[in-house]
């Protein structure tokens, strides 16, 4: 027997009671429902509500993570840039090793330069000196060759008037000779003292001119020694310059 048939068979207030109690229920069910359905709509829209935060919060992180991207990016390119400053710093510091250690050996090289040309004023001062030494010397030996020239000059003439002399004695002599041979009116006495004479005057002039030639003699050495002296000394003199 069906639920209808059931009804059918339950007098109308039973079945208005029994309706009204049923609709009572469906009410409840409708109304408890309704609350559901709230509680789910305001659910749902609190989940929208988180969904639209997360999305916002997936929004800030990926914009994050993309400034995030971007400063690794710049801080790789800075530890980049970091390690070529650092390589050209080496480089520079190495240049700056080696400019130092130049401009030391520099230096010292200017030091030894200035030690070179102090050396070289002292010894061009020494040379201009001995040059100086050496053309005085000269000079005073050329006077003295000078002075000697002329005084052999002075001795050669005395020698030559002394050999005129003595063929003018011999000669005379030879006369003399000649007239005591001839002549009868001259004494043996005047003669002889003419003979004494001229003789004493001929070992006068030999006497001279032994000593004009042994001052020829003394005044040729004392020149050859002061050509050789000159000589040395023009030497010397070539040697400085």
Same mark, same amino acid.
């Given at each position: 027997?069906?639920?209808?048939? !059931?009804? @059918?068979?339950?007098?109308?207030?039973?079945?208005?009671?029994?309706? @009204?109690?049923?609709?009572?229920?469906?009410?409840?069910?409708?109304? &408890?429902?309704?609350?559901?359905?709230?509680?789910? $709509?305001?659910?749902?829209?609190?989940?929208?509500?988180? $969904?639209?935060?997360?999305?916002?919060?997936?929004?800030?992180?990926?914009?994050?993570? *993309?400034?995030?991207?971007?400063?690794?990016?710049?801080?790789?390119?800075?530890?980049?840039?970091?390690? /070529?400053?650092?390589?050209? #710093?080496?480089?520079?510091?190495?240049?700056?090793? &080696?400019?130092?250690?130049?401009?030391?050996?520099?230096?010292?090289?200017?030091? $030894? *330069?200035?030690?070179?040309?102090?050396?070289?004023?002292?010894?061009?001062?020494?040379?201009?000196?001995? $040059?100086?030494?050496?053309?005085?010397?000269?000079?005073?030996?050329? &006077?003295?060759?000078?002075?000697?020239?002329?005084?052999?000059?002075?001795? #050669?003439? /005395?020698?030559?008037?002394?050999?005129?002399?003595?063929?003018?004695?011999?000669?005379?002599? *030879?006369?003399?000779?000649?007239?005591?041979?001839?002549?009868?009116?001259?004494?043996?006495?005047?003669?002889?003292? !003419?003979?004494?004479?001229? *003789?004493?005057?001929?070992?006068?002039?030999?006497?001279?001119?032994?000593?004009?030639?042994?001052?020829?003699?003394?005044?040729?050495? &004392?020149?050859?020694?002061?050509? @050789?002296?000159?000589?040395?000394?023009?030497?010397?003199?070539?040697? @400085?310059?």
């Amino acid at each position: 027997m069906t639920e209808d048939q !059931a009804m @059918s068979d339950v007098n109308p207030e039973e079945q208005c009671r029994l309706l @009204s109690e049923e609709n009572k229920k469906l009410s409840i069910d409708i109304a &408890s429902l309704q609350l559901s359905n709230r509680s789910l $709509v305001n659910q749902n829209r609190d989940e929208k509500k988180k $969904v639209m935060d997360c999305r916002l919060q997936i929004s800030d992180l990926e914009s994050r993570l *993309k400034t995030l991207e971007s400063t690794k990016t710049e801080l790789a390119d800075c530890q980049t840039q970091a390690e /070529r400053l650092r390589a050209s #710093l080496d480089a520079t510091e190495s240049k700056l090793a &080696s400019t130092e250690r130049r401009a030391t050996e520099a230096e010292s090289l200017i030091r $030894v *330069k200035d030690s070179i040309i102090e050396k070289q004023r002292n010894f061009s001062k020494e040379l201009e000196d001995q $040059v100086k030494n050496l053309t005085e010397e000269t000079e005073a030996l050329k &006077s003295k060759c000078g002075n000697l020239e002329m005084n052999l000059k002075e001795a #050669l003439d /005395r020698a030559e008037e002394c050999d005129n002399l003595r063929e003018l004695l011999t000669a005379k002599s *030879k006369l003399l000779d000649e007239l005591s041979e001839s002549s009868d009116g001259i004494g043996e006495s005047g003669l002889a003292a !003419a003979n004494e004479f001229f *003789k004493a005057q001929e070992a006068k002039m030999t006497e001279q001119i032994n000593e004009l030639k042994h001052a020829r003699s003394e005044l040729e050495n &004392s020149l050859a020694s002061l050509a @050789s002296e000159k000589e040395l000394l023009e030497q010397k003199r070539n040697k @400085s310059a």
